[in-house]
């Protein structure tokens, strides 16, 4: 028998260390952030994430799309591999170059469309960091310092307009404009200059512009604020006020984008261009952490300049490498148009699913994110039921049960959820 505390290489996982031993480790010494499903994961491949002996659940969260190529992609994993062993995946001072780094700069630049024309056909530049939050916070920047040079707005009196219900992350800054109280309390002083309008409340932004708003940041699908896709017309409407008002208008698509909602990013659904976009999560296939903020080569060396922001490991090699395949793996699987196709026929399938239940107050969401809100408001009871069946699901924002599985997802494993949900939602 294994002792505690000894590492060996097994078919399913790190260790053979029970999963006893391993929940009281995470209790005794790791800080207790999270509402967690009592499920301890020792591998994972594709849409599975299986036990130490065998079980194996679909998973319906995709780490909340960091895994939307699937998990341990071959294609991601071989990159990765080679690079450890060919001596070029390790961190290297960013005062020199390296063609990992050259050459995904190059990728995601092309891969979005020209944000910002309104500036000029100038090409993209990217800014790369490690966790989807860090580039919210290069976006807050790049506002924050559009406002004070081009519009004359004194430092310190700019404000960004942001919604109830967001989820950019929970650093300082970022959770200074939560909703959470839980996220905010007792983390003062927080910092000022966010004003806060309801989500889809067009006449409500038009209200909050001041001569002191300098920028617009929006979730074009608010995946932690109850899975909700925005009104028809509403980010329409923002383009035209940013546009009007001389605002910068920024898109978090770190959950969205990247072929989520059945469209490689998330604003294609309306045909609205951001003047910056934040990705993260799927962007390496969720292999290295890893994030990048993209916006109007005009705009961004305004802000940034040698010196004013910077990232140790943000697009180190090994993360580029990764990136550089799992960009690939979307392209040439064409998971986007996978993800429209067996999205809409999981959500046909989960709509005939609520029509027959007294549980489900409302089904939303586009490609492989949908959301079914419960009527109760307590969606966690019916994901600890799903567990039981073999499907890893986790609530948004307490009342609604989030399917967002890998983009990989065929036809046999929506009618897997679907049957599943069927046994879990109609009495």
Known sequence: MTKTGTVNKTEYGFSRISDHDILDFEHTYGADHYQRLGLVVRKTEGVWLYTIDGRKYL??????????????????VKAVVDALQGHYGGVISNVVYTD???????????????????????????LAKNGGVESVETAIKMMRYYGYKAKGIPDGKQEIIVFHNNFHGRMITVVSFSDSKKSREGFGPLTPGFVTVAYGDLEGVKKAITPNTCGILVEPGQGEG??????KGFLKGLRELADNRDLLLMFDEIQVGLGRTGKMF????????????????????????????????????????????GST?????????AANAAIDVIINEKLPENAARVGAYLKKKIDAIAARSTHVKEVRGRGLFIGIEVLNGEAMQYCRKLLELGILANDSHGHTIRISPPLILDEEGADYIAERLEKVLVD
């Open 226 to 231: 109850g899975m909700y896709t925005p009104p």
């Open 100 to 126: 990992a780094f050259g050459l995904f700069l190059k990728k995601v630049a092309n891969l979005v469309p020209q944000m910002a024309p309104r500036f000029g056909e100038n090409g993209n530049k990217v």
């Open 59 to 76: 998973d319906c969260l995709a780490a909340y799309s960091a895994a939307n190529q699937g998990h341990h992609h071959p294609a991601i």
């Open 266 to 309: 998330c604003f294609q659904h309306e045909n609205v261009i951001p003047d910056g976009i934040i990705l993260g999560k799927a962007i390496s296939g969720g292999l290295v952490p890893l994030s990048v903020f993209v916006t109007n080569t005009r705009l961004m060396d305004m802000a940034f300049q040698a010196g004013r922001d």
């Open 313 to 321: 490991y943000g697009g180190y090699p090994l993360a580029c490498v």
